[in-house]
């Protein structure tokens, strides 16, 4: 027998669990220009968590080991000047005995590089956890944030143009920490000690020809790269576009095939891709006419500075090893001044990535606990609905005025016609939505004024829908208790009359159920979801139309299952089949939002009303089944009787 504790849902470990802080104040992002230094003190408090010392400590360690870094990188090319000046016999400045051997320089020099390097790569060791850190916390602030909203916002979303917006904000989230912190300062730094080191070594004019590329250098970048984003925003809306259609199309494979549409379903992508590649050829051309305009003016800034220090040797000002430095001093300082072009783009991309993920923290949780929420008190289980009144858009009112209770541990039915308002009921009771007019009750505490956490702990649901994780089956049934024990596990599943099946799959409970349980039957994901809800154990059960999906046969063993499951608890059924409800206390007719009538099974078949003629539409459908049913049967034994020709054609 498999195991089911092999694939059960995992607890977080201690370093995963508690360490997420209290949420800071989130506001809007945007990649225009101006709002860099705003999105950079929303991110500082991830950058800098006021709840974890250790990650502070790395921040310094690392801001040290940069300075260091640029220190050294500014030192090694006079290294490289003096050895140029000792190979020309030239002479060298006032050193160490040890250094004015021209190898000895050659080795500093080259010390110096290793050097620097060492320092820019424990500076980025030091400053990994903290980056990454920031991105995990504002992924998962963005995660919970997603599951706070409201079943109005799932039910409007495009789930693959979701993650995509998820995907791209995490890695902007990621950019910018790692290139302002990492290298925005050091790359300021180096270019401030690289000019003071220029003006002392060969005067003002030089810096005036350093200051004006520079200006030029930065005032093109920008103009440049502020044009580019919105060919950005252009390439992530095509790709948000092409991915949901994707994430769509397969998730529907089914209904694909059924209807022999994979070319029309390749074609939508294809055409959303174009604009993607249109958007990305746009993207890259420009930045290659922008990488263009920014060497050329490194290069006449470099031309400037090296013809003046030419001819100041020449004029014999200067000499050799003073035209190697300001040479390698130039090409020092154009890597600052690359690393500047390119960390304003990376930023301002990163901005474009985040927009639509800081738009998503941006919506407001429609349903929401009142600061002074208090959890349920010990559940009995009694449902009240006292005049309750609510719309999705108010020119179309859904319910009317819907007053009802059921005892605790009494079973309450509610039929009606399509459109009536029966579902919405079970999503007020699950508090998905809160209502417009009146109030739901459990025990005489009003929904709005208890924790969601505890109404929903206190519901259990077997939807008519019912979709499962792609996971385990020992996985799904313990999500209805993550803590619950393998026997329990298995017990559960005993109760809803699926142990048998499992135990006869190759790999038992550590079977995969696919995607949305597409590897099970109907039935059988129906049987998984009333064992999930019989392990949670709640006070209240929800049958939201359970078993409306399935054939008269499997609905049969299913209900079976159900009634055992409601004993002893309070049991609201939503149903569409009426033969699941003829034993409820009462049931409940709803027409157009309003009760039309209600009573005992007999009481309204007595009454002859709405309920009745439900009733006998629905017997002429079930006798109609039972007669192609037999017919069937009949035919594969080579018998066909009287009056099953007019429903059923024989096989050829």
């Known amino acids: 027998m498999t195991d089911p504790s092999a694939t059960s849902p995992r607890k977080p470990s201690a370093a995963a669990s508690g360490s997420h802080p209290k949420q800071a104040p989130v506001k809007a992002v945007s990649a225009d220009e101006g709002s860099i230094l705003t999105t950079l003190t929303n991110l500082w408090p991830y950058i800098w968590p006021s709840e974890r010392p250790d990650l502070k400590q790395r921040v310094l360690l690392a801001i040290f080991a940069l300075v260091i870094a640029k220190f050294v990188t500014v030192l090694s090319p006079y290294f490289f000047a003096w050895a140029t000046d000792a190979l020309t016999g030239e002479g060298t400045p006032n050193l160490p005995a040890f250094l004015v051997a021209p190898v000895m320089l050659v080795l500093a020099y080259n010390a110096a590089r290793v050097l620097a390097v060492a320092f820019n790569q424990l500076r980025d060791a030091l400053f990994a956890r903290v980056g990454q850190h920031a991105v995990r916390q504002l992924a998962f602030l963005t995660f919970r944030h997603l599951h706070e909203l409201s079943l109005r916002f799932h039910l409007a979303r495009r789930t693959g143009g979701l993650s995509r917006v998820i995907e791209r904000g995490v890695k902007g989230i990621e950019s910018i920490v790692r290139f302002t912190i990492l290298n925005g300062i050091p790359t300021v730094l180096e270019f401030a000690l690289m000019a003071a080191v220029i003006w002392y070594q060969f005067g003002f004019y030089y810096v005036i020809i350093v200051a004006v590329m520079i200006v030029a250098y930065v005032w093109f970048t920008i103009k440049c790269s502020n044009w580019r984003i919105e060919i950005r925003r252009e390439m992530n809306d095509s790709d948000t576009d092409a991915n949901s259609k994707a994430i769509d199309s397969l998730l529907n494979f089914e209904t694909v095939k059924y209807f022999g549409n994979e070319k029309m379903e390749a074609r939508r992508f294809d055409e959303s891709m174009a604009k993607y590649e249109s958007a990305a050829t746009k993207t890259w051309t420009s930045l290659a006419w922008l990488n263009l305009g920014q060497s050329v003016i490194l290069g006449f800034g470099m031309a400037a500075c090296m013809g003046l220090s030419a001819r100041a040797v020449l004029a014999g000002e ?71 009144r609510f719309h999705y858009d108010p020119d179309r009112p859904i319910l009317k005025g819907i007053d009802f209770e059921v005892p605790a541990g009494r079973t309450i039915a509610i039929v009606g016609p399509s459109g009536a308002g029966k579902s919405t009921i079970s999503r007020l009771l699950f508090r998905f939505y809160d209502v417009t007019g009146g109030s739901v009750e459990i025990d005489g505490q009003d929904l709005r004024d208890v924790t969601q956490e505890s109404v929903r702990h206190a519901i259990g649901m077997v939807p008519q829908d019912t979709v499962l994780f792609n996971d385990t089956i020992a996985y799904n049934i313990r999500y209805g208790r993550p803590a619950a024990s393998d026997e329990e596990v298995r017990e559960a599943a005993r109760m809803a009359q699926i142990h048998d099946f499992i135990e006869k799959l190759p790999k038992g409970y550590a079977s995969e159920v696919g995607e949305r349980g597409l590897k099970l039957s109907g039935g059988e994901k129906q049987r998984v979801a009333i064992a999930r809800t019989i392990l949670k154990s709640p006070p209240i059960l929800i049958l939201d139309e359970a078993t409306s999906a399935l054939d008269t046969h499997t609905e049969r063993e299913i209900q079976s299952a159900l009634d055992e499951v409601s004993q002893n608890r309070t049991t609201l059924v939503i149903a569409h089949r009426l033969s699941t409800v003829v034993n409820a206390d009462q049931i409940i007719v709803l027409e157009a939002g309003r009760i039309a009538e209600r009573g005992t099974h007999t009481e309204l078949l007595d009454s002859g009303g709405l309920y009745a003629s439900m009733w006998a539409r629905q017997r002429e459908a079930d006798e109609a089944e039972e007669r192609l049913r037999a017919a069937r049967e009949n035919d594969e034994l080579g018998i066909v009787t009287r009056g099953q020709t007019a429903d059923y054609v024989p096989a050829k």
């Open 318 to 388: 200067q000499d050799i090893g003073d035209f190697v430095l300001i040479n390698a001093l130039l090409m020092q300082i154009s890597i600052p001044l690359n690393f500047i072009g390119f960390l304003y783009r990376e930023i301002r991309q990163g901005l474009a990535d985040m927009e639509s993920m800081f738009d998503l923290l941006l919506v407001p949780t429609e349903i929401s606990d009142k600061p002074d929420a208090v959890p349920l008190k010990a559940v009995e289980g009694t449902i009240s609905f006292k005049d309750v």
